[in-house]
């Protein structure tokens, strides 16, 4: 085989041809966005981390207290029962 084979053969191989403006502005822009995408979940995964021990400890801090006003639901659901209660007999 020649040179010239070969740099024929090698031009065949090339299904598209040269590259034009449109195509390597849109190749580029692909790659920015696959960065920007990556920095935006490890950076989710990264204050997720944090955010979630601060939550789990005010939540233990909140269940031992009771809520405010729970008791007067609880009462007036009492005393709602008490009288249907009264009322069917």
Known sequence: MSTDNIGVAAANLDKYGEEDFFGLLVRYGLFVGAIFQFVC????????????????EDEARH????APGSGNVARRLHKIRKLEKKKRR
């Open 41 to 56: 979940i490890a950076a989710a995964v990264l204050m997720s981390g944090s955010d979630s021990q601060d939550t789990i």
């Open 63 to 66: 269940s031992d207290e009771p």
